[in-house]
């Protein structure tokens, strides 16, 4: 086993989880990162129960837990701070063994490097494209080189290029309806709650709060794609005027410079497999999704920890990938449809009287609907990795 090598293309979360559980079977593992300079764009993460079991395979679950806050009071509520549904962290803990943790994905990304070699990642590297030689192995071309493994991961997100490459008939990536700005805010926040969610006609704010105090603030709202702004916290704080507080004061303690905006673009249409050959799509792209559940990150730490189980336990690689698309692609897909309908029904919905009877619904559900609603994708326990096997082919 100590000869058998793969390229992960991607260096973000789903990328480097894979680079780390490949290691831990043998495997030989490069790393392609396009990025000139790794700087960690993004502002904060929600990690629910299944997202920690996979880093907990992949042996990195212990330090993110300590650099992670525990998510133990929250819920959803209307503009005027009215609670449509409140979490309860502790129960969800008793149920799963854990709440959900806020963290920022910096520190994350920080966390998923320091367990590879500094060598295991060639940041500026772009794959242009990927293809079959001879004897079952695959390589992979970037401006300079040209890499020769056993298998190749595709983890270069929701615009991947290998993805295209390999299903030149699929549509691509469709904007969801939705853009969403965010930032980390640049001092501490005295916040009532660890996170909130507050959904207005045709717009949501939420925030996640973090160890040291700060907190990650996102806003999302029904727009054309496209669409910037010169100053984005003043629309913004005109968009939110009169929303509960603390909507005002994480937009005050935020720089105008760190406001990230993105449009969010989703795979609509289902890929129809998940590997080609010895290449497999991996987290966003292979099932890039809304991220109205929180489900994105954890999706993608649950392919790397199944493909890596896969290839430690199945004679060959080409029936590991096998497995690996036949375990992830119902699973996965049926997450991201679910959290298509968690934005319909949410941020999206701006009808009054629409509005008015989602909110009256929430309101007269059972107490512990939102905790089953969690439970339904965060209740994932992962594969045994397993011992990796020899005279593989």
């Known amino acids: 086993m100590g000869d058998t090598s793969a390229v992960v293309v991607g260096g973000g979360i789903g990328g480097l989880a894979t680079a780390i559980g490949l290691r831990l079977i043998g495997w030989d593992v490069k790393v392609l ?14 990690l629910h129960a299944n997202g920690l079991r996979a880093l907990d395979a992949l042996g990195v679950g212990a330090a993110v837990r300590a650099a992670a806050r525990p998510q133990y009071t929250g819920g959803t509520r209307t503009p005027t701070g009215r609670w449509l549904a409140r979490m309860d962290g502790a129960a969800l803990e008793r149920e799963l063994g854990t709440p959900i943790v806020g963290i920022p994905r910096a520190v994350l990304h920080r966390l998923l490097r320091e367990a590879l070699p500094a060598e295991c990642l060639l940041v500026g590297a772009e794959a242009t494209s990927a293809g079959r030689p001879a004897r079952g192995r695959v390589t992979v071309t970037t401006h300079d080189k040209v890499l020769d493994a056993d298998l190749v991961v595709a983890a270069d997100g929701v615009n991947s290029r290998l993805r295209a490459r390999l299903f030149p008939h699929h549509p691509g990536p469709a904007y969801s309806g939705s853009t969403v700005l965010r930032a980390l805010t640049e001092h501490p926040v005295d916040l009532a ?8 006609r045709g717009a949501e704010f939420g925030h996640i709060a973090f160890t040291d105090g700060r907190a990650e603030w996102h806003a999302v709202l029904t727009s054309p794609p496209g669409i910037r702004h010169a100053d984005p916290l003043h629309t913004l704080r005109r968009r939110f005027e009169g929303w509960h507080d603390p909507i005002p004061a994480l937009l005050d303690a935020t720089r105008p410079e760190d406001v990230l905006h993105h449009d969010m673009y989703e795979l609509a249409t289902p890929l129809p497999a998940f590997v080609s050959g010895r290449i497999a799509l991996l987290g966003d792209a292979a099932h ?24 430690a336990t199945e004679p060959a690689v080409d029936a590991a990938l096998a497995r690996y698309d036949a375990e992830r692609r119902p699973r996965s897909q049926s997450v991201a449809r679910a959290a298509r309908r968690a934005g319909r029904l949410g941020q999206q919905l701006a009808h009054p009287a629409a509005v008015a009877l989602r909110n009256t619904a929430m309101r007269l559900a059972p107490s512990g609907a939102t905790l089953r609603a969690v439970l339904r994708h965060a209740a994932w326990t992962p594969p045994v990795l ?8």
């Open 386 to 393: 397993g011992q990796p096997l020899t005279g593989r082919e």
């Open 33 to 46: 990162e396009r990025a000139a300079a790794l700087a960690d764009a993004g502002a904060g993460i929600s």
């Open 288 to 311: 890039a999704m809304t991220p109205n559940l929180g489900q994105g990150a954890c999706q993608a730490l649950e392919d790397a920890v199944t493909l890596t189980a896969a290839l």
């Open 193 to 200: 709650d660890d996170f909130s969610l507050t959904w207005g």
